[in-house]
């Protein structure tokens, strides 16, 4: 069950301000920091609950809608684009045991999504990699995200899920599958950046 629930907290987290430079974030008592890309938008809490629920996940709708609120959310563009807008986000889950590997998480989320999606496709991974120095999973897969009943956007979702003792960081971008490199290159670095304390 816990595997399930964090694969719907990722799926949520992407289904989601004010524009900053490259902004360094620093969670003491979550126990990581993570610079977000420069020029890229701050989601606050409301705008992330209003583009959650504009989402339709088919079977995971009410999972989604139930889902926790990231610690950091940010897009490329402001909240106003009238496209899908490339999103990475960071959250933290507590775990129902300890030392749940990163394999196991990733593994975990394709069944829910394969179900909800009928295009669904796991286009990498998952992989083990290593972030900020602690062993983690990587999961890229592709989709056709339905949004308001009507507009239909072709996904690509990127996974990194580190655990660590009983939580896990989850780190979740979304863009569309043509997406510039530029977007990928600076979710990429924004990964790189993660330092855990």
């Not at 995200?145 to 690509?156: A, I, T």
């Amino acid at each position: 069950m816990i595997l399930r629930n964090t694969a719907l907290s990722l799926l949520a987290m992407l289904l989601m301000g004010e524009s900053v430079a490259a902004k360094d974030w620093d969670f003491p008592t979550l126990g990581f920091s993570i610079t977000t890309p420069s020029g890229w938008h701050v989601v606050d809490d409301a705008t992330f609950v209003e583009n959650r629920e504009r989402v339709d996940a088919g079977t995971l709708n009410d999972e989604i809608r139930a889902a926790e609120i990231p610690a950091v959310s940010v897009t490329r563009f402001p909240p106003s684009h009238d496209d899908l807008n490339a999103r990475l986000s960071v959250t933290v889950r507590v775990l129902d045991q300890a030392n749940v590997r990163a394999m196991d998480l990733a593994e975990a989320l394709i069944p829910p999504l394969r179900a909800a999606f009928p295009d669904f496709e796991v286009a990498e991974g998952p992989r083990q990699i290593v972030v900020g120095g602690v062993d983690a999973s990587f999961t890229r897969v592709r989709y056709t995200l339905l949004v308001d009943g009507s507009e239909s956007y072709p996904v690509e979702s990127l996974f990194w899920l580190v655990p660590q003792d009983r939580r896990v960081l989850i780190v979740g971008a979304g863009l569309r599958q043509d997406q510039d490199a530029d977007t990928r290159t600076a979710i990429d670095r924004s990964v790189e950046s993660i330092r855990f304390h």
